[in-house]
């Protein structure tokens, strides 16, 4: 047994504060093929990614230029207060649990 090889840990960066962090640790929003902006909280859905810290400072942080950069469309305030509602929803029904 020469050595055990360590296993890859993909990473992203946080769209936010430009973190770089485990994918597993990110929130994935993604831009479907359709067109839909939704949270991704499996990040196995199709389509165009970007990633977010769980933490509420960095939702905070998220703005439509940032989105709208990251995901290659136009995304409107609407739509950010749409994706906020929603990950609230992700941490209350985790409370405290990772979500993946």
Do not use: F, N
Not at 18 to 46: H, N, Y
């Amino acid at each position: 047994m020469a050595g055990k090889r360590r296993k890859h840990v993909p990473q992203r960066t946080c769209i936010a504060c430009q973190e770089k962090r485990p994918k597993r640790e990110l929130i994935r929003i993604v831009r479907t093929p359709q067109g839909a902006i939704e949270v991704d909280p499996k990040g196995k859905k199709s389509g165009r990614g970007a990633y977010l810290c769980p933490r509420p400072a960095c939702w905070d942080l998220l703005d439509e230029r940032k989105l709208s950069r990251a995901l290659k469309c136009q995304v409107g305030a609407d739509q950010i207060a749409e994706l906020r509602t929603a990950a609230a929803l992700l941490w209350q029904e985790a409370e405290g649990a990772p979500l993946r």
